[in-house]
């Protein structure tokens, strides 16, 4: 299945790195622009979710407006859980859910992946939209410092060099141009991407910019690749359209029917692209 393959999309954050610290630093920048009334609740319930003590957990979604997290399926609510852990009713879940699910970046928040574990717990104590973002961006820009060291996965900078000379490589991320292209540097795969997408609106515009790339490459979407942490974002809209997909599921709670192929970790993913040639 993956020797049809000639574009292969990454997404940056989990997928291309798999380091992990800087989410206490961003939960820091989140946390210091809080009421300090409400600091060390956010610390408080920033470690019950780590310790998986809390509804709130990577693959739930937070419903910032109604301050509920759901458990959702194809965008359909099979469970919804208010911040202290109760269980709504099927009748208060009709009554708030009753269309397909929209996510955006704003309200309703896909917790994909660890980056939305302190966001939403920031908005639950008061954070606005945009207040987090400039946490966001502080983080970034941390990451682009020195002081941030990332990890060198074995093998990965050699298979995609392989990868680069025969395929098109593209990223694919929601982050800033800026950040990213240092982060890439620092991790010596820049000159292995072709095409590079940044702020790319994940999952809202997800299916827009796959046909981006389609028409970019003249290809058709069973030739090309998506691969990434985040189901939502990279799995199920590639999918959809007819591409492959491999995610990477740390947390283990990919659903095998919405990719091709599922790996525990980068490592894995390593493995699997030794098989596309």
Not at 65 to 72: G, S, Y
Not at 81 to 100: C, V
Not at 242 to 258: F, N, P, R, Y
């Amino acid at each position: 299945m993956l020797k049809e393959i000639e574009v292969i999309v990454f997404d940056l954050d989990g997928t291309l790195y798999g380091d992990t610290h800087h989410f206490d630093y961003y939960a820091d920048r989140l946390c210091e622009k809080l009421a300090p009334s409400n600091r060390n609740s956010f610390y408080r319930d920033y470690q019950i979710v780590k310790d998986n003590k809390h509804p709130l957990k990577v693959g739930t979604v937070y419903d910032a407006e109604q301050d509920i997290i759901l458990i959702q399926k194809d965008g359909k609510v099979l469970q919804a859980f208010t911040w202290a852990g109760k269980e709504l009713s099927e009748e208060k879940i009709r009554e708030l859910y009753h269309n397909e699910l929209e996510f955006n970046l704003h309200s309703l928040l896909n917790v994909g992946d660890y980056w939305w574990i302190p966001v939403s717990i920031a908005r639950h104590y008061g954070l606005t939209s945009e207040q987090a973002h400039q946490s966001f961006l502080e983080t970034r820009e941390f990451m682009m410092s020195a002081k941030f060291q990332m990890l060198e996965i074995k093998g990965y900078k050699e298979e995609l060099q392989r990868l680069s000379k025969t395929k098109k490589l593209v990223l694919y991320t929601n982050s800033p141009q800026k950040d990213s292209e240092v982060i890439v540097e620092k991790l010596g795969f820049k000159n292995f991407f072709d095409y590079m997408i940044f702020e790319g609106q994940k999952p809202v515009m997800t299916e827009e910019y796959f046909i981006k790339i389609r028409d970019h490459y003249h290809m058709k979407f069973s030739n090309i690749l998506s691969i990434g942490d985040n189901a939502i974002n990279e799995i199920i809209p590639a999918k959809k359209l007819g591409c492959k997909t491999i995610l990477i599921d740390a947390h283990e709670i990919g659903d095998k029917t919405h990719t091709d192929y599922i790996v525990k970790n980068i490592e894995g993913l390593v493995d699997l692209l030794k098989k596309v040639d």
